[in-house]
């Protein structure tokens, strides 16, 4: 049983008109040797017991706590117009625009997309997305290589280490990846080490393609930009900034401080967590490298009686065409997601989303006070927007006690960062424009209680599923 | 009549004006942002549009309903697998306690996906005969990429680094020459025999201590099985070399045939064709990759482990020494991949197999119809899609598949995928699927019969085509000369934000 | 009939010679293939060619197509008109759609070309 039609009228309808007695005679042409043993499943579960079944999957994941967790995925409200919208069959059921005559929808979305992004990274040219961030960084590395002819580049240690081993794999053909140390104490601490930086840019015989950083970095401080970029460029590298969308409507944007490529992930614009995807890769350029941009691109045009329309256009970069020497062989975009974005961000409009930025950031001050005055400061001294890094003994054992207590302090930081020592008590926690003052009292209250060694009551013994401690790193 | 809406609408830019739109956020506090430096600033606020919620509600709406889509009706899209989307994965995927985890939460916190994540890889092994499975890929190509770099981590771990070439049909889709240039091989591409199948003799004159792997599609792109399969996985192996299946045609072969079974050592699949997760108007989508033994070690990491206990968590980054690392962040588009968990538990053994044997019964006998007036390149059974070619009109009329397609859409369907394989001339690739009845196969049928008509009689009705849809044939010259990627209006004057 | 003063390669580009230089195109029976050229990809200034090697990728909307040298030699100019307007290579394709000026390496090479009566019978042959 399946979702089709055919009945065993149907089937015998057509097996005649083929002149055939039975569907086993088109299978004729796989060798005898090769045929399938059985496929070893379960029978067909029909909709009513599958659909319990799934509920109560999904209810053993524990979504009720009090998050305080980014670290590259944030919640925030997506206003429901968004997921309404995205449930249009029309949206979801679509293909490629192959037919443009018939894909207006999805081809101005997507251009829309493109011109939405375009004013936030403030760069002339956004690709109709990639998978990821991680993606989009490493195709923004790649094209360094390409513009360039070099192929060295070198990343920040502060850029998400999910980005950065994305990288490693991409790079592990030959191609020179190298990482940007950290400042260990002062003001800048856990931002790019910009003498470091100098020195590895002006190595002898070995030119620098692209320089990576992220505004916020991981660790959710604000980075000297502008500085490393001068550096970049005075060396003939080109400069990757690896953005977060919200963050961008009140921080200053890749475009004002000459980044020559931004990537970034799209998730905080309307897309849910979902463990981990889909999401949207978020990369631009300038006019100078558009033909360096792998992936679709959609532009307005005009048809046969001059009607304003949308294509994909610049076609002929793409792997169906350019095949081995694509620049990628990146096939989809995540227009689903592109249209998600475009939805939040008309939904909410420019106001909206200060207001979100904006809102993360003063609850984030909140957090700020409140855990240190329990005695959990935070790592580094240097400006943040809305996510940082505190300090906590025995990290990773306070993080499981506070998951007992239905909070998510964060991530443990030596878990995601386990070479880098300074970080080896970190929990990087942050707040979002739903983070709400009662959470933060709860967090407070229960670190209170823990640092103190005064349990609240009867602790939760094994919590929810006695495994491995702590996240892994991953 | 358009077969979709035909309300054509201005931009978001166009429609915004200032003042419009808000309440969805609650308003900071006015010092929010006191203690963010001036330098890191941003000066010029992003002109985004203002819009009131119904004007965005309407637009995006009106937009939809420009689009065809396979909600709206049969879209054959040759090497796309466009089935029925079903709507229970669309209720499963938005399941809050699905939709809400956050991808770093603890493994203990996570028990639900990281169970079904275990239990839908188990599922694609089981398919597949292949002995594991990451889930990890975003999408068919980065399957094939990671495929690849994991052979190339095998031969790097033989110590092997004579191997510099990657061997692919020439009617292999366009991914897989792109992947192996990404992964730093040369691709050497095999003339296709007569017949449509791999040319065995080819192959193994090119195969030899420079191949690292052959990257082939089963059934090929042609909708044809390859019968001298397990000779060309002998040679292939017998040279050193691996061999790569392209899964985008799994469709066909559910139940029927299991590639690592076969000796196939790593594959990928798409989940958004053959298990039915939607297109999206062009992704999401995910691109698991199954491997035997021999490419076990290398799989990207982490995986899902279960524990003796029952329990299941993620490997820790580094657990697994051999492993080539991330392909992406996180775990996975597992969003995407709880509909496919969803379909194959709906389906079960015998409803996968059903799924085969009706999509190879509806494309053969729509080939036998389209037959009475167009070219078919190989005479033989096809699988689960066929090529027609357009070329005996084109020499005899001048209207070629392009336009023929284009007429389609007057006729309410949405086109075949055209000029590919590119191996046929005037090709058009032909796929049914399982969910599509015999009056919507018969009616796909007539159609194209009565546009062959056309090109005799009225030939330029069709090379006009479409005459009905929104907007008539555009003009992709200009659009990739002078490209314009970005809606740019005059700075107009934004409010600036209250508060 | 195509111009008569130019030397062809079997994958349809020409060359013309004046003195120590050639210029190098397309024929008008390569951009009927390839249809409506958007954008033509040339070497630098200054690069070494060598006959029958690719120097640069010519695409349409659809297609994409490699540029093979007809002789060797050291690429003097390309047509800059070219970025703005690719579309001389369709209008113009002996004229105002050139694409480089080599200084010619080894007049010898041109023997190995075909003249405008051979090429004809090439591209009539199919």
């Not at chain 1, 400069?239 to 020559?260: K, M, N, R, T």
């Not at chain 2, 045609?249 to 958004?272: Q, S, T």
Request: aromatic fraction near 6%.
């Amino acid at each position: 049983m399946h979702y089709g039609p055919h009945t065993a009228a149907d089937r015998a309808r057509m097996l005649g008109a083929l002149g055939l007695s039975s569907i086993d005679q088109l299978f004729d042409d796989i060798p005898a040797a090769l045929r399938a043993s059985k496929l070893d499943l379960p029978d067909p579960e029909p909709e009513l017991e599958l659909a319990a079944r799934l509920s109560a999957l999904a209810a053993r994941n524990r979504t009720d706590l009090a998050s305080f967790l980014g670290a590259g995925v944030y919640r925030h409200w997506s206003p429901p117009a968004v997921d309404q919208i995205l449930l249009r069959g029309e949206w979801y059921t679509a293909y490629t625009p192959y037919q443009p005559e018939i894909s207006q929808g999805t081809l101005q979305s997507i251009y829309e997309y493109e011109s939405l992004l375009a004013e936030l990274v403030d760069l002339d040219v956004v690709s109709a997305s990639h998978y990821d961030g991680a993606a989009a960084t490493a195709e923004a590395a790649l094209m360094t290589c390409r513009q360039t002819h070099r192929d060295r580049v070198l990343v920040s240690r502060a850029v998400h280490p999910h980005y950065r081993e994305t990288l490693r794999t991409y790079f592990s053909g030959g191609l020179q990846l190298e990482e940007i140390p950290l400042v260990a104490g002062g003001d800048a601490a856990g931002t790019t080490d910009l003498d470091a930086l100098e020195r590895m840019l002006a190595e002898p015989d070995r030119p620098v393609a692209g320089v990576i950083a992220a505004q916020p970095d991981f660790l959710g401080l604000l980075e000297p930009m502008p500085a490393i970029g001068e550096l970049a460029h005075a060396a003939g590298a080109l400069f990757v900034a690896v953005v977060e969308p919200i963050g961008l409507s009140v921080l200053a944007p890749p475009g004002a401080y000459g980044a020559d490529i931004a990537a970034g992930e799209g998730q905080p614009l309307g897309i849910a967590p979902q463990y981990g995807g889909p999401y949207l890769g978020i990369l631009a350029t300038t006019d100078a490298l558009v033909r360096q941009i792998p992936g679709r691109l959609v532009g307005m045009t005009t048809d046969l009686d001059g009607q304003r329309a949308f294509v994909m256009t610049m076609r002929a970069r793409e792997q169906d065409i350019r095949r081995d020497k694509a620049a990628s062989n990146i096939c989809t975009n995540q227009a689903l997601l592109a249209l998600a974005a475009s939805v939040y961000l008309t939904t909410v409009g420019p106001h909206g989303l200060r207001d979100v930025a904006a809102l993360g950031a003063a609850r984030a001050s909140e957090l700020e006070a409140a855990l240190a005055a329990v005695g959990a400061p935070r790592i580094h001294p240097g400006p943040y927007l809305n996510e940082f890094a505190i300090r906590v003994p025995n990290a990773r054992l306070i993080h499981r006690r506070l998951l007992d207590r239905g909070i998510l302090a964060g991530l443990v930081l030596a878990d995601a960062e386990p070479g880098d020592t300074s970080l080896a008590d970190g929990l990087l926690v942050c707040t979002t424009e739903v983070t709400t003052r009662d959470e933060i009292d709860l967090f407070a209250e229960a670190l209170a209680e823990i640092l103190g060694g005064r349990p609240a009551g009867v602790e939760a013994g094994a919590g929810s599923g006695g495994s491995a401690l702590a996240g892994s790193a991953r | 009549m358009s077969v979709t809406g035909t309300r054509l609408q201005p931009t978001i830019f166009e429609l915004g004006r200032p003042g419009r739109g808000g309440g969805k956020i609650p308003h900071p506090p006015k010092d929010a942002l006191d203690r963010i430096p001036a330098a890191s600033r941003r000066t010029t606020p992003p002109a985004l549009p203002e819009m009131n919620e119904p004007d965005v509600v309407r637009h995006y709406v009106n937009l939809s309903q420009l689009n065809y889509a396979v909600d709206t009706g049969f879209y054959p899209l040759g090497s796309c697998t466009m089935k029925f989307n079903p709507k229970l994965n669309e209720w499963a995927a938005r399941l809050p306690g699905f939709a809400n985890l956050h991808p770093l939460a603890p493994d203990a916190a996570a028990q639900g996906t990281l169970q079904m994540l275990f239990e839908l890889e188990r599922a694609l092994a089981e398919i597949s005969g292949m002995r594991a499975v990451s889930l990890q890929p975003a999408a068919g190509a980065q399957g094939e990429l990671t495929g690849i770099l994991m052979i190339r981590a095998y031969h790097r771990a033989r110590g092997d680094a004579a191997r510099d070439q990657v061997l692919v049909p020439d009617s292999s889709h366009g991914t897989n020459p792109a992947t192996a240039s990404m992964a730093g091989y040369t691709t050497v591409t095999i003339p296709s025999a007569e017949d449509g199948g791999v040319d065995l003799d080819a192959f193994r004159a090119a195969l030899g201590p420079r191949t690292a792997a052959v990257m082939i599609t089963n059934p090929s792109t042609l909708g044809l099985f390859e019968s001298r399969i397990g000779e060309l996985l002998d040679a292939v192996h017998a040279a050193g070399a691996l061999a790569y299946m392209d899964g985008a045609n799994l469709n066909a072969i559910l139940g029927r045939f299991k590639p690592g079974e076969a000796g196939f050592d790593v594959m990928h699949f798409n989940v958004h064709k053959t298990f039915s997760t939607p297109h999206g108007g062009g992704g999401p989508g995910a691109g698991p990759v199954g491997v035997g033994d021999t490419l076990l070690p290398y799989l990207p990491e982490p995986r899902v482990l279960r524990e003796p206990d029952g329990t299941f968590r993620l490997e820790r980054i580094g657990e697994r020494s051999t492993s080539i690392g991330r392909m992406r962040s996180f775990a996975g588009n597992t969003g995407v991949l709880v509909r496919a968990y969803a379909y194959i538990c709906a389906h079960g053994a015998s409803g996968l197999r059903e799924v085969s044997d009706d999509a190879v019964l509806a494309a053969n006998y729509l080939m036998s119809r389209v037959a009475e007036a167009y070219d078919i390149p190989h005479e033989r059974a096809c699988k689960h899609e066929f090529v027609a070619s357009a070329s005996t009109i084109k020499h005899r009329t001048g209207v070629r598949t392009l336009d023929i397609a284009k007429r389609l859409i007057d006729y309410g369907f949405h086109p075949p995928t055209i000029y590919f394989p590119l191996i046929v001339e005037e090709a058009m690739l032909i796929e049914p699927t399982e969910t599509e009845s015999v009056e919507t196969l018969d009616a796909f049928a007539d159609a194209l019969i009565a546009i062959a008509q056309e090109a005799e009689a009225t030939p330029e009705l069709v090379t006009g085509a479409p005459h009905t849809a929104p907007v008539r044939r555009l003009d992709e010259a200009t659009a990739a000369r002078h490209p314009n990627l970005r809606w740019k209006a005059a700075p107009a004057a934004m409010m600036p934000c209250p508060g | 009939m195509v111009p008569t003063d130019l030397h062809y390669t079997k994958d349809h580009e020409w060359v013309r010679v004046d003195g120590d230089e050639a210029t190098v195109g397309i024929t008008a029976y390569a951009t009927e293939q390839l249809g409506d050229i958007v954008f033509v990809e040339l070497p630098d200034v200054g690069r070494s060619l060598d006959q029958f090697a690719t120097f640069g990728v010519v695409e349409s909307v659809k297609a994409v197509s490699d540029l093979f040298a007809p002789v060797g030699g050291e690429v003097l100019e390309t047509n800059a008109a070219l970025t703005g307007q690719p579309e001389l290579v369709n209008s113009e394709p002996y004229e105002g759609g050139w694409m480089v000026r080599l200084r010619l390496a080894d007049a010898a090479q041109l023997d190995e070309l075909l003249d405008a009566t051979a090429y004809d019978a090439l591209i009539a042959a199919g």
